[in-house]
């Protein structure tokens, strides 16, 4: 089976253009082989449970892995979803839940449903925003021209992404955003404007915190829009990913030169009221 969309041709071509930002940061990884194929069952099974490191799928690119209390879900290159129970014995066949037009970049899952953003086009600039019920189902197209789609996030209403901005002969315009959507469909909103290269968004509930490459700083955004303030800053450091709980913010670095090109990062934790 052949799909519409060289998975490899899309990596490479996002590749290319994330390297120019830092040498540990690239949107998808690289794809080993041009082969498209559905996932295969290895040839000899195993005991069940979760030994230190297992085979569960063979002969697939998946470009993301999620989990929630009872199934992995991932991807393949032809823009198909699959789950496989937790616990089930080794190697059981996955569950199709459904295929979705274009490159599956990234997942994210709630109680219910899960939020995909896509690859839409070879150069890697344009993608669309989908749901599908956990449990398998026809997917809901949500957003579409989303420009260089990269991160995803969900809260208890809404779904956030980032969009990494126009590329350029040699990097990025700083045009790069972060917006929201109701998870019905509704509502599509810019959040964060004229950012260069974001790289990573999260949501609370009540704000949204996002880094990107410019800045040495995590910033905080109010879900409706509103004023940016910093949360926490680490000088001579790039930001790259963020997370939060009910009292933190999480976010790893990159350091500026002359270290940077050693791979120096960091992991660093601060409270989210300032």
Known sequence: MTSRFDAAGI??????RLALLFALLVLVPAAHAQVHRRPSLPPVPQP?????????????????????ETHVYFTDDLGAIYRMPKGSPAFTNPELLGTIPGFVNVMALDATSIYIITIDDVEGTN??????????????LLAGSVLTPYR?????????W??????????????????????????RKTLATNLNVPT????DGT???FTDRSSTSVMRIGREGGPTTVVATRPSS????????????????????????????????APKAK
């Open 11 to 16: 990596i490479c071509s996002v590749k290319n």
């Open 48 to 68: 069940g449970g979760c030994p230190p490191q297992a085979t569960l799928v063979l002969g697939i690119y998946s470009a993301d892995v999620e989990v929630d």
């Open 127 to 140: 993608g669309s925003l989908w749901s599908m019920p956990k449990g398998g189902g026809t997917p809901k």
């Open 152 to 160: 995803l996030a969900v809260d208890a209403t809404s779904v956030y």
């Open 162 to 187: 980032i969009s990494v901005g126009t590329p350029t002969s040699s990097s990025f315009l700083a045009d790069g955003r972060v917006e929201r959507m109701a998870k019905d469909g509704t509502g």
């Open 200 to 203: 990573s968004v999260a949501s």
């Open 207 to 209: 704000n949204v915190y």
């Open 238 to 269: 790039q930001s790259i990913d963020v997370a939060v709980d009910d009292d933190c913010v999480y976010w790893t670095t990159l350091d500026s030169a002359p270290v940077a090109a050693n791979g120096v990062s960091h992991v660093y934790a």
